[in-house]
Nanobody, 114 residues
Framework: VQLQASGGGLVQSGGSLRLSCKLS????????LDWYRQAPGEEREFVAT???????NYADSVKGRFTVSREWPRRTMYLQIDNLKPEDTAVYYC?????????WGQGTLVTVSS
């Protein structure tokens, strides 16, 4: 199982981005998929999850601005980020659990300028 995140970049405060995460290997249809982020000097934190049946859950800090979704034919998870704030600056990682082990993608950097 491998995860490939993309879509990060430099955005002004108030702007939007859509991150993508492509899953290779594994059974996409039964896997819960997660987004985490790690800001400079901070620990990695949970952002959002979309379960195999499409149920979603978000960290309180991103509710109302972030939308997680998944698309089976493309084996891809998305994170739509709206109304970006400087405190959203971080490396965003997609992740899943496969055979009892947490798998991480390589991360994509989001930088929000004020």
């Amino acid at each position: 199982v491998q995860l490939q995140a993309s879509g990060g970049g430099l955005v002004q405060s108030g702007g939007s981005l859509r991150l993508s995460c492509k899953l290779s290997g594994g059974n996409f249809k039964i896997m819960d998929l997660d987004w985490y982020r790690q800001a400079p000097g901070e620990e990695r934190e949970f952002v959002a999850t979309v379960s195999a049946n499409g149920a979603t859950n978000y960290a309180d800090s991103v509710k109302g601005r972030f939308t997680v979704s998944r698309e089976w034919p493309r084996r891809t998870m998305y994170l739509q980020i709206d109304n970006l704030k400087p405190e959203d600056t971080a490396v965003y990682y997609c992740s899943t659990v496969s055979r009892g082990a947490r798998i991480w993608g390589q991360g994509t950097l989001v930088t929000v300028s004020s």
